[in-house]
């Protein structure tokens, strides 16, 4: 798949139309200027969301009432269409060739992968960061999870009043369990979906690990239960009903739900030391790198195709050495796009980019690299 | 200060209180009132108090009627061995729509939802469990109760709740299946997928 080109009104600071290259595209500019705002138009378009915010309300320029990103995807030589997200006050709209589109279709359409700022919480944040993590992950292979997740997150929700109202009201066990039990039989079959769809992403996200890309030490991650050492996983409907059933005095008195695979976490150890503890932060960025590779590769043996794989602020997060490696790696393979302000990055890479520079939200110029190469080795030649 | 004279603004507010209209749309459909001949007007305000006067909810199955037992509980060539339940009466007429369904219904107005502080005894369902008894239903025994709510979580809650309640009593409970657009309304179910979602239902 690639993004033959983007054209976005009223989001962020953006406007204007930009035809990017099949391979590396450097998007140069000071700060502030709305280079990340293109990266995240291109998460946007690609997964509906942002990478930045949950609320994309406040992606909408100030003062508008309407934010358009669309895009012009190539599914093949043949096959281009055009995807489109409209962001109206709370609403989002999403469009194939301007007609509207369930997410589920939608997204099987074009998948990006980001690593950005934020994302370091997958190394060395909360375990809802790599729940997170793994659900972007199941979804880019399986769209319909979507719909699953987003059912489990209600159930569980509505789950939570009931064990509220059930220690409030001093409801018997009795009672509590004759109103609870109807969420809790879906939790049981929504569950066992989402700990089957993880653990067997993580089996495939381990099949392709590139474990020793930037440090010498061994890297390699675990999908950890929290049912882990209460039964027998491998029967995990069975478990969760029993644990389920033994628990709901517990939860009652916490008020909240405790059995869950909200409660699970993926391991990551590097030389069998867990990462987000004792990594450090160059070990962590190798490591969450290597994860995104990895769900890169993992996304190709899948679909047979490439995600984009976008870079927010490639040199502060790393090093000259480690982003050559990784550009190295990504070199025929990915769509990539990377955003710096650093000048000496791009003249590095410039042979083999094709380079865009920001200036307040637009794309001032697309040089290319002949442009480049033809102006450098002019103003060689008047020396 | 208010945008408009006090007549409008109260107008609009209250076009406001409908589902699914926001500022503009009210603004629009007060605008829309103001131009009209008020021959039209007063023919929409009696269609207003006429719905609110005339219609109640049957006695037997709680849809909504002008004559009490409603049509459907009265009449004598519907199968009295089925009970379908759904949550609204627009359901109803969408599980109509297909005509391969000739059974009684029941309307529950509504679906399990704790989040917006609605329990069991929130939905009409206190006068389903008598309707089992044949000496409630014509002298008919009532062969299956099938449960038609939305496939949804509160929809599969509900369902899952009044299985638990029928199972009891022997009747044969059918869940709808499941193979309609999930997290959907049934009112944007059409009636191909409806009635396929009739005829694939399963044992609960
Ligand atoms: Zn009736």
Redesign the pocket.
């Known amino acids: 798949m690639l993004l033959e080109s983007l054209e976005v009104h009223n989001f962020r600071n953006l406007s204007g139309k930009v035809s990017w290259g099949a391979g590396l595209n450097i998007i140069y500019g000071d700060n502030g200027q709305g280079k990340t705002n293109w990266l995240e138009a291109i998460y946007l378009l690609a997964t509906t969301k942002s990478f930045r915010t949950q609320r994309l309300q406040e992606a909408i320029r100030f003062n508008e009432d309407l934010a358009v990103v669309r895009g012009l995807v190539a599914q093949s030589q043949e096959v281009q269409r055009e995807m489109q997200v409209n962001l109206q006050g709370s609403t989002k709209s999403i469009l194939i060739n301007g007609k509207k589109e369930s997410v589920a279709r939608y997204l099987g359409q074009l998948h990006a992968v980001a690593f950005t700022a934020d994302e370091l919480d997958v190394v060395r944040g909360t375990p809802e960061a790599r729940r997170k993590f793994m659900d972007r992950g199941v979804v880019s292979l399986h769209h319909a999870y979507v719909q699953t997740l987003a059912d489990y997150n209600r159930v569980i929700k509505q789950k939570n009043r009931l064990l509220q109202d059930a220690s409030e009201l001093e409801m018997s066990l009795e009672q509590a369990f004759e109103v609870i039990a109807p969420w809790n039989e879906q939790l049981i079959k929504l569950s066992t979906e989402i700990h089957r769809a993880r653990v067997d992403y993580v089996e495939r996200l381990n099949d392709v690990l590139e474990r020793r890309l930037f440090e010498r030490e061994n890297i390699t991650i675990r999908y950890v239960s929290s049912l882990e050492g209460k039964g027998d996983l491998s029967d995990y409907e069975a478990l969760i009903a029993e644990r389920l059933r033994l628990r709901l005095q517990a939860e009652i008195a916490a008020g909240y739900s405790l059995i869950g695979p909200h409660r699970d976490d993926l391991e990551i150890l590097f030389d069998g030391r867990e990462m987000r503890a004792f990594g450090s932060s160059g070990q962590q960025r190798s490591a969450l790198i290597i994860l995104d590779l990895a769900a890169i590769s993992v996304y190709y043996l899948w679909h047979n195709e490439y995600p984009l794989f976008l870079i927010d602020d490639v040199d502060a997060e790393l090093d000259r050495k480690r982003i050559s490696y990784l550009l190295e790696y990504l070199e025929g393979r990915t769509q990539t796009f990377i955003t710096t302000s650093k000048e000496s990055l791009v003249e590095q890479f410039v042979a083999r980019a094709s380079v865009f520079q920001v200036s307040d939200g637009r794309v001032v110029s697309d040089a290319s690299k002949e442009q480049l190469i033809s102006s450098a080795t002019g103003s060689a030649e008047s020396i | 200060m208010l945008d408009y004279a006090e007549p409008v603004t109260k107008l609009i507010d209250e076009f406001k209180r409908l589902p699914g209209v926001g500022h503009k749309t009210a603004q629009r459909l007060a605008f829309h009132i103001l131009r009209v001949p008020e021959a039209d007007v007063e023919r929409f305000v009696e269609a207003l108090r006429e719905v609110k006067r005339k219609i109640i909810f ?6 909504l ?1 002008d004559v ?7 009449s004598p060539s519907r199968d009295r061995s089925m009970i379908c339940v759904v949550e609204e009466p627009y359901n109803l007429v969408a599980v109509e729509k297909t005509r391969s369904y000739k059974g ?2 029941h ?1 529950l107005h509504g679906s399990l939802s704790p989040i917006r502080g609605i329990g069991p005894d929130d939905l009409h369902l206190a006068n389903l469990l008598p309707r089992l008894k044949p000496e409630n239903n014509d002298g008919v025994e009532v062969q299956e109760v099938i449960l038609a709510t939305n496939p949804n979580t509160e929809g599969e809650a509900t369902a899952n709740y009044i299985s638990r309640l029928l199972k009891p009593l022997g009747a044969r409970v059918t869940r709808i299946a499941m193979g309609m657009p999930v997290g959907s309304d049934l009112e944007y179910v059409d009636e191909v997928t409806m009635d396929k979602a009739l005829a694939n239902r399963h044992e609960m």
Do not use: F
Not at chain 2, 58 to 63: K, R
Not at chain 2, 68 to 74: F, I, T
């Open positions: 049957c006695s037997v199955c709680n849809n009627t009490d037992p409603c049509r459907y509980c009265a009684l219904y309307v």
